[in-house]
């Protein structure tokens, strides 16, 4: 009898110390429940792409913890992805709107969108974008012929190849609408448009850095072609490099401050009323090829 106390008061005394030690306890992920990341009201979600899935037309979702996309999300349906302060990695992911989907992306202070060097970070065809708030993107945003529009926040991407240099913000077609935000290009066009489409800036500041793979040149701010038919309105903005505006219909300039320089190009009608101009005189350089 004395030897079988002795054997379990061993025994009991190993299995205490395994268990201290974590040998006996199960893998984490199977005693711990999967971290939510999101909300929709009061219901709580572990992935941003089950919340737009279950999500209603209208619904707001909010991220309460940083997450990562595992695979793409299109949107069909009005919803409002708040960040919240978070952090979202799309991992060479991307969310975009598809032609039924009306899409806004907002954020408080401390939010951040980051995405691979060759993909979009968001994107919109033929439907709905908006950006705002106060998000810091790492990555560029695209647009077919969808309406984009961008109310604030701080764009950044520095293109390591010419396959990467399309644009910070690439528009082709469709409404693009920029009313703020700060706008920042390495190697590339922050803004560019190169197939029709109307263009409304409204505020915001621009800057190409660096030097573009094709004219190897400081890139440009804004480049628009509007093939014949395209609509160019600038009432406000600050532009720190070169501004080319090609083939528009018409080209209204009413104010902003171009510190380098404007050229309107085959454009068939230029409407200058305002606006700074730092180069060539004090004036857009407006020309016929």
Known sequence: MKRWKQFWAKTLFL????AAAGFLLPPAAECQAAKKVCTIGSKSYTSLEA???????????KLTANTSLSKNIE???KLTIDLNGMTLDTKKKMIWANKKGDLTITGKAKSQVKSHSDYWAAAVSD??????????????VYSDNGELTIKNGTFKKT???????SGLILAVGGELTISGGTFEA????????????SLTISGGTFTGKGIDFDTDEVPSALSYNGAGIGNVTITKGTFSSPVDI???NIVKISGGTFKKSVYLVNNSKNKITGGKFSKNGGKPVITKL
């Open 51 to 61: 919340a737009v899935k279950e999500a209603k037309k209208g619904a707001s979702i």
């Open 159 to 165: 293109a390591a190849t010419e396959e990467q240099a």
């Open 246 to 248: 090609y083939f528009a």
């Open 75 to 77: 949107v069909g349906k």
């Open 186 to 197: 390495t190697n590339m066009t922050a803004i560019n448009c190169p197939s029709a489409g």
């Open 15 to 18: 299995i205490v110390v395994l």
């Open 127 to 140: 439907g709905k974008l908006t950006l705002a708030g106060q998000i810091t993107w790492t990555g560029a």
